[in-house]
């Protein structure tokens, strides 16, 4: 437990950072006591530094698998209004723009899929680009790429890229409000001409999973979950893109925040107002981002379904749910008793509406937003539902992952990832990357308890487990 902070349990889950300083709300970290002895303390004091900001509201929040990030930690949720001064943080989004998992029903159950498990993963790996600077067969010139940036994943789907009922298991419908690709540079729209479509690197992959565990019958079959089932996750992003358009507004907000009177207290946490002109910019480009990501991950989907039909036909991949970590949303939340529209960061944290909000789809609407819970090769995956109590608690945010434990250098100095895929083998796991280093960088190893982390989280209040997953087969970027 930290010594450099001075931490208040308020509950079992829950922590506190009373304001000290240039703090203007608290910090709250949502978490057990062994995942609180884990964090670095990077993460409490880029929280009190995200409580500075200006124009923040009720506090600024770590979910239960934060860690250090470039700016705010990564699991990290803020709120800020715009009309006291509510800023708007690149850093506070991160560079992955709308980096996000979605989840795939495939019709098949863990009998269906044992035999063909080989023959699935090497069409997936042959089918789906991998890898740093990976690149696909769809090249977008300059008028595509604004109807990219503009449609999203709709615009996906008006190419042959997928279903028009997938777009209602998407947030925003698949369709981010308010993007404006005039704001997304030459070089951001070359970065991602040739890359639509491929899933990257990191700490991206595509999964096949058997549902191990039902924890919430109703919610799952809600869900349409049940145990043993095949189930596909698909976590990547916005590419070059989102990258792109990170790294040029840092640069941007950083010069300019001393105009804009704004004190940074780190310089990752660049920032500029959100009513300025810079920030309405950034708004329109990262929103171009969200939609960037949201059209990867449809044509993705596209080339998972056609992989399915031609190794295990009888499958029919309909989408469970798209959700999004690394984003700001203006949404409106209930604030010491009235609702306000507020812009939301979340790092690294995934939105999680609870049961009867109305951008939830109507066929989810009564049991709450589905929230994916990515697991790391070797270790399993989570769904669970949105809460009504997240509103007051988080702004209706959840954990994204497990968080790692550990950087990516510290694991490849401990793991090798070919001792890694093998002893995965063994547990009769599939693994195909183009990246040994990657899979060390990844080892299951460098990262948290997801248990854990998704405990804490349904204890905390903040979202209410419904499934647990087991990897299969993994295409590891």
Known sequence: MSAAFPLQQQSEFSWCIEPVGKMRVPGIIYADEALMRGMDDKVFEQ??????????VQAAYAMPDAHWGYGFPIGGVAAFDA????????????????CGVRALRTGLTIDDLESHKKALADALFRQIPVGVGSTGRIHLNDKGMTAMLKG??????????????DLEHIEERGCMAGADPAEVSARARKRQQDEMGTLGS?????EVQRVAEIYDPVIAAAFGLKENDVVVF??????????????????YMVLAASKHGIELPDRELACAPILSELGQAYLGAMRAGINCALANRQIITHLTRQVFAEVLPQADLTLLFDVSHNTCKLETHPVAGRQRQLFVHRKGATRAFGP?????????RAVGQPVLIGGSMGTESHILAGSRSGAELSFNSACHGAGRAMSRHQATKRWRGRTLVDELAERGIIIRTPSMRGVAEEAPGAYKDVRAVVDAAEKAGLAHKVARMEPRVCIKG
Not at 84 to 93: L, P, T
Not at 152 to 165: D, K, L, N, S, T
């Open 47 to 56: 929280l009190c530094n995200v409580a500075s900001l200006p124009g923040i």
């Open 152 to 165: 999203g994943a709709r615009w996906a789907v008006e190419q042959g890229f997928g279903r028009a009922e």
């Open 356 to 364: 009867g909000h109305a951008d939830i789809p109507a066929t989810l």
């Open 83 to 98: 009309d006291e001064g509510g800023v708007i943080s690149a850093g506070g989004v991160g560079f992955d723009i709308s």
């Open 234 to 251: 698909i976590h990547c992003g916005s590419r070059g893109l989102g990258h792109q358009i990170g790294t040029e507004f840092l640069k």
């Open 202 to 206: 990191g700490n991206h992959y595509l």
